[in-house]
T-cell receptor
């Protein structure tokens, strides 16, 4: 298993540009999530999904869109990049876990710089 | 979501035990206690979780106070590879798809 993979590893955008961060997992996990981590801070939840076709907002959803058309993929779209979105983005997945917790598996991250 | 409070940083010597504390005085009956750690330049990795009873796994032990208002992650013999930020997280029902991370405890391990 490759686990959770993220592409690209690094990206530089100009203000106003749009792009999609890719996330894929090969563990057949229903739960997937996107987090961002600013320097010296903990992770903050952007969006999450409990299965194909179902997404919901986390703590900091503004400026980001997600969709979940398959179990494997959960792309994160930046609509119009702003310098405040400069961060490291982590994708994560786990089996369904309410009242039956499993570990959440994290990808290696995408480092995004917006100039 | 209930909040957790952890020390900003701690130091340990290699091969000695480490006790990482976490306060969560507003924990509810359905909140599970999760611990994750993040090594430098990597994504977080799962360490352990529990609800009411103490838990052991190959990585660590989790000691939960009887009133559940605090918990302690125990690394039995710290190694240099254990130097990381350790996050204590409460999750309603244990749901792992929407973990709310704090700033964690930065653990330094001295040789």
């Amino acid at each position: 298993n490759a686990g959770v993979t993220q592409t690209p590893k690094f990206q530089v955008l100009k203000t106003g540009q749009s792009m999609t961060l890719q996330c894929a997992q090969d563990m057949n996990h229903e739960y997937m999530s996107w987090y961002r981590q600013d320097p010296g801070m903990g992770l903050r939840l952007i969006h999450y999904s409990v299965g194909a076709g179902i997404t919901d907002q986390g703590e900091v959803p503004n400026g980001y869109n997600v969709s979940r058309s398959t179990t494997e993929d959960f792309p994160l779209r930046l609509l119009s990049a702003a310098p405040s979105q400069t961060s490291v983005y982590f994708c994560a997945s786990s089996p369904p876990s309410v009242f039956n917790p499993y570990e959440q598996y994290f990808g290696p991250g995408t480092r995004l710089t917006v100039t | 979501d209930a909040k957790t409070t952890q020390p900003n940083s701690m130091e340990s010597n290699e091969e000695e035990p480490v006790h990482l504390p976490c306060n969560h005085s507003t924990i509810s009956g359905t909140d599970y206690i999760h611990w994750y750690r993040q090594l430098p330049s990597q994504g977080p990795e799962y360490v352990i979780h529990g609800l009411t009873s103490n838990v052991n796994n190959r990585m660590a032990s989790l000691a939960i106070a009887e009133d559940r208002k605090s918990s302690t992650l125990i690394l039995h013999r710290a190694t240099l590879r254990d130097a990381a930020v350790y996050y204590c997280i409460l999750a309603y029902g244990g749901a792992t798809n929407k973990l709310i991370f704090g700033t964690g405890t930065l653990l330094a391990v001295q040789p």
